[in-house]
């Protein structure tokens, strides 16, 4: 049957948008099970301007399967306009039904081809699944010319937490040195230029594998607008203050996403260099675990990623109680 790719406008009630999202979630369901992540168009709409992105939504028709309009394969093209504006990503998946046909990778070279036309010269986009090998997303990845840049570990944990279990990990930093402060689902005006720094921080701090990114340009302004405009998605966040200087020198994040109110989604998490060696990435990810147990006590789970090589933040969470679920890669391709 012929097959074609079509770029789409996606909307919130349109019927191709939802058939373009079961798409992925049917991929998803296959690798991860029934109780797997799920997003809504609205949340990804939401996204793009937010992070600013440029987004371009592509499908693969065949006339008759799934439906009249008959999608068999998903894909999004991601380009950033605020830095790292050469090097884009691609969210890809193709039916359960439709696999190892070819389709991923028509509509792949479609996604780079589009991206090579609006000026970016390489691909990061990273992968998951519940096995440490042989998924299909690596055997795809690699066919594909990708190298893989970064190995993270997922990491599960079950709520609720004991309070005592968590007190017991963490006596708390010295309080004449340093405090710890939470803020719930929009951050307090007199953080923001704070945490712009250590925003402008995390983009350079954190590990990124075998690839070299752009320092993002972050002020008050950016974070206002990624944190403090109204959003589907629920936050948390705990920083710690620095006594002497009043400076915010350390945060972490949770997220709530509408499309699944019983994940908590573990974001970035960093201490300023200068500020490393007094437990405060533990204190602060503490404060915030207690403080989800008391806003949203119908959050079950808690879910983070950390490099395999940073085993002593795996470590930690072991500790916590969090087991591995899961392996993600990060992979880069020069377009
Ligand atoms: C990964 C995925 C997109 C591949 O789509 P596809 O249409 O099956 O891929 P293709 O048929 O074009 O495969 C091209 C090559 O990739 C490799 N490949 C694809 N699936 C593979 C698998 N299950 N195991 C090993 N290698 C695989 C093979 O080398 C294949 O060539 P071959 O069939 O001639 O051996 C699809 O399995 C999928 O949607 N998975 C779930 C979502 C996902 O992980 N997306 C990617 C991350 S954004």
């Known amino acids: 049957m012929s097959m074609q790719v079509k770029e789409i406008e996606l909307a919130v009630g349109d019927p191709a948008s939802e058939a373009w999202l079961e798409v992925h979630h049917a991929a998803n369901r296959a690798v991860w099970g029934e109780g797997t992540s799920r997003t809504s ?24 399967a799934h439906g009249a309009e008959g999608p068999v394969a998903a894909a999004q093209t991601i380009r950033r306009t605020r830095e790292n504006v050469d090097t884009a990503g691609v969210w890809l998946s193709v039916h359960p039904d439709h696999q190892r046909q070819g389709i991923g990778s028509l509509l792949l070279a479609r ?36 190298r893989q840049t970064l190995l993270d570990l997922r990491q599960d944990l079950a709520l609720p937490v004991d309070d005592a279990a968590l007190t017991a990990l963490d006596p708390g930093p010295d309080d004449t040195a340093y405090v710890i402060e939470t803020a719930v689902d929009a951050l307090p005006e007199e953080w923001l230029e704070d945490r712009a720094v250590l925003a402008r921080r995390m983009s350079t701090d954190a590990p990124s594998g075998d690839i070299d990114l752009d320092e ?35 945060f972490t994040d949770l997220l709530v996403r509408p499309g699944q109110p019983d994940l908590a989604i ?23 675990l207690r403080a989800l147990q008391r806003e949203r006590p119908d959050v079950r789970t808690v879910r983070t990623w950390n490099a395999d090589t940073n085993t002593h933040m795996v470590a930690i969470n072991e500790r916590i109680g969090f087991v591995v679920t899961g392996w993600t890669r990060e992979w880069a391709k020069e377009l």
């Open 266 to 288: 573990q974001s970035d998490t960093l201490v300023l260099r200068e500020h490393r060696g007094h437990a405060l990435g533990l204190a602060v990810k503490l404060a915030n």
């Open 216 to 250: 993002e340009d972050w002020d008050a302004e950016r974070v206002r607008q990624q944190w403090n405009t109204p959003s589907p998605i629920w936050a948390l966040e705990s920083v710690a203050r620095h006594v002497p200087t009043g400076r915010l020198v350390a």
């Open 111 to 146: 996604c780079e081809q589009s991206l090579r036309d609006d000026g970016c010269t390489r691909i990061h986009e990273h992968s998951g699944a519940p096995v440490e090998q042989g998924d299909a997303a690596t055997g795809f990845a690699r066919a594909s010319g990708y």
């Open 41 to 64: 168009i609205e949340e990804i709409l939401d996204i793009a301007p937010r992070r600013h992105e440029v987004r371009r939504t592509f499908v693969v028709l065949q006339p008759g």
